[in-house]
Structures are given as C-alpha cells and as structure tokens.
Antibody, heavy 119, light 108 residues
C-alpha cells in the first residue's frame, strides 16, 4: 500500500521560496499510469489544486499559480517536490501531496504539512 | 478555466438521504470524483468516475452525472457522515484539475 509523507519548513518568509518534498513508500514513483500532485487548503477554506507531474516528468500547473510553481521528480529517492516562489501571506495553507489516476481520481493522500508565510 | 459550483451546506436527518450537487458547464461529459474530508484529516476518495466506489466505501455512497449537474447521494445518513464533501474533475481541454468549493454536510 502506497503511503505519502510531506516534509519541509513550516515557516517561510514573504518573497522567499517555499520548498516541500513528498516521500513515497510502498511503491515506486516511476511505475504505473499515475500522476503525483500537490493540493493546498488555507485554514477553514476549500481544496486548491496546485499541479501535478507524470512519471515521464510531464507537468501541469494551476493557471493561477503557474508563474511561481515548479514540481519535480527524484526517482532515485522515490520523492517528488514542490517549489513555490515569491510567497505571500496568501500562500499560508495546509499542503498535501497526493497520487492521481489518469482522470485525476486521487486515491492516496499524505497527512499534510502546514506552511506559514510570515516574517 | 473550468468552474465547479457547490452549495455551501446541506442538512439532513439521520436515516434520510443526502444529495450534494456539483454544477459545471456540460459536466456530464466529464468524469467527476467526490471526496469526503473529516475535520483535521486528509480528503478521502468516496466516488470516482461519476459513480464508482473505491474498495472499502459503503454502498450508501453513490454518484450520478448528467447535463450540467453531478450528484453525490448518501443514503441512510449516519452521524459519522458529517463532513465536508468536494467534487473534482480533470478538464481534459486545459489539462487542469479543478475542485468545487465544497459542501458541509450536517447531520441534524
């Protein structure tokens, strides 16, 4: 059974870059027709899709975040990562990593990591 | 970009049926997925591809999708079903994934 675990700083200063890593266990990040994605949720609000990466390295990003987002794979470590540049307080949220099927049916989620953007 | 619209809240008495809707332009042509999110927990997939259930999800959860509305139906509602529910689609035209705003289900 695949498990996902987010890691990274819980506090990021405004204008800096948020960097998170998702470690995948119980299966290979390179196998199957799966996408590896990031979703965030500000406190008390709904889910926001950030973007995803296919096993081939092909990426797709939310239009509202595309200019600031990079998602990458590290198959040697069985991990994938999120970088979000030029953060502001509006980027404060609970960040989830997840596994999506071909039509984005997301069957595996990490527990989430809270990131606060503050000086 | 594609927009999904959900009512903010739905209330239902125990044992009754809850219907949670998700509106979108010609959503019937899309594959819709539904998630249940309990307070303080990650979302859980309860229906995928409009009407299929992952293993372990009770048969009380069902889905349908036609025209401009997709519906998640929860039969014989229990207190433990109280949660936020989100619809989601993959817009194949733009290759973007979209979530609805979420519906809070309250069991009276």
């Amino acid at each position: 059974q695949v498990h996902l675990q987010e890691s990274g700083p819980g506090l990021v200063k405004p204008s800096e870059t948020l960097s998170l890593t998702c470690s995948v266990s119980g299966g290979s990040i390179s196998s199957g027709n799966k996408f590896w994605s990031w979703v965030r949720q500000p406190a008390g609000k709904g889910l926001e899709w950030i973007g995803r990466i296919y096993t081939s390295g092909l990426t797709s990003y939310s239009p509202s975040l595309k200019s600031r987002v990079t998602i990458s794979l590290d198959t040697s470590k069985n991990q994938f990562s999120l970088r979000l540049s030029s953060v502001t307080a509006a980027d404060t949220a609970l960040y989830y990593c997840a596994r999506e099927g071909i039509r984005a049916d997301t069957d595996v989620w990490g527990k989430g990591i809270t990131v606060l953007v503050s000086s | 970009s594609y927009v999904l619209t959900q009512s903010p809240s739905v209330s239902v008495a125990p044992g009754q049926t809850a219907s949670i809707t998700c509106g979108g332009d010609n959503i019937g042509s899309q594959s819709v997925h539904w998630y249940q999110q309990m307070p303080g927990q990650a979302p859980v997939l309860v229906v995928f591809d409009d009407s299929d259930r992952p293993s372990g999800i009770p048969e009380r959860f069902s889905g349908s999708n036609s025209g401009n509305t997709a519906t998640l139906t929860i039969s014989r509602v229990e207190a433990g079903d109280e949660a936020d529910y989100y619809c989601q689609v993959w817009d194949r035209v733009s290759d973007h994934v979209v979530f609805g705003g979420g519906t809070k289900l309250t069991v009276l």
